[in-house]
């Protein structure tokens, strides 16, 4: 069965300070890979997304970004974090759509929780 | 891509049958509807996914009418443990991936 690890769980990082935030997929191969960000009380915002190694599209512009050095594994980067970073972040993966039109579900992992002081 | 629409919160009670609705308007041909569901401090989790008419799992319906412009998420005799927020989604793939469009979503609560 398939997997998806995220850490660290929890973490506090003063402003300006680097971050690096690890995703890895088990039990697939190709996934598509995906960065949200969810601020309290509110949706999901899409970061970034990958369909392969070394592909990386971003949604929106910000101070944040992604790395697929692996097939099944995804990083989110910055080099100098801002008040307005904080959130929870959510890596997901999905099998590789391989049909025109539907949506293959995506599955979550447990999330990292971020507050920038 | 389409938007949703849906309400912010529903109050329910054990045992009752919870339906919620989503608009959306603008749904594209090839746009399917799928539906999530979020507890506090966990990622979302996939409920259902319907593309046209009525889809049934174990654990949920949907229903979709015809001009499939709004669907109703049906839960069946809800407990304690189906308060969460549920989030509505109207999307299809696009250039290789899916992309979903995460609104605020349903905060449902169930009240003993």
């Known amino acids: 069965s398939q997997t998806i690890h995220q850490w660290p769980a929890t973490l506090v990082q003063p402003v300006g300070s680097p971050l690096s935030l690890e995703c890895t997929v088990e039990?697939?191969?190709?996934?598509?890979l995906y960065w949200y960000r969810q601020a309290a009380g509110r949706g999901l915002q899409l970061l970034f997304y990958?369909?392969?190694?070394?592909?990386i599209s971003s949604e929106v512009p910000q101070n944040l970004s992604a790395s697929r050095p692996q097939d099944r594994q995804f990083i989110l980067s910055s080099k100098k974090l801002l008040l307005s970073d904080s959130g929870f972040y959510l890596c997901?993966?999905?099998?590789?759509?391989?049909?025109?039109?539907?949506?293959?579900?995506?599955?979550f992992g447990p999330g990292t929780r971020l507050t920038v002081l | 891509l389409a938007k949703t629409t849906q309400p912010i919160s529903m109050d329910s009670y054990e045992g009752q049958e919870v339906n919620i609705t989503c608009s959306h308007n603008?749904?594209?041909?090839?746009?399917?509807i799928t539906w999530y569901q979020q507890f506090p401090s966990q990622g979302p989790r996939f409920i259902i996914q319907?593309?046209?008419t009525k889809v049934t799992n174990e654990v949920a319906s949907l229903f979709i009418p015809a001009d499939r412009k709004s669907s109703t998420l049906s839960l069946p005799r809800v407990s304690l443990s189906d308060t969460a927020v549920y989030y509505c989604?109207?999307?299809?793939?696009?250039?290789?991936?899916?992309?979903?469009?995460f609104g605020a979503g349903t905060r449902l609560a169930v009240h003993p």
């Open positions: 997901a993966w999905s099998p590789t759509s391989g049909r025109f039109g539907g949506t293959d579900t995506q599955y």
């Open positions: 039990g697939t191969s190709n996934p598509n």
């Open positions: 990958s369909v392969g190694i070394g592909q």
């Open positions: 603008n749904i594209a041909t090839n746009d399917y």
């Open positions: 319907g593309y046209k």
């Open positions: 989604l109207v999307g299809g793939s696009s250039g290789g991936y899916n992309k979903l469009i």
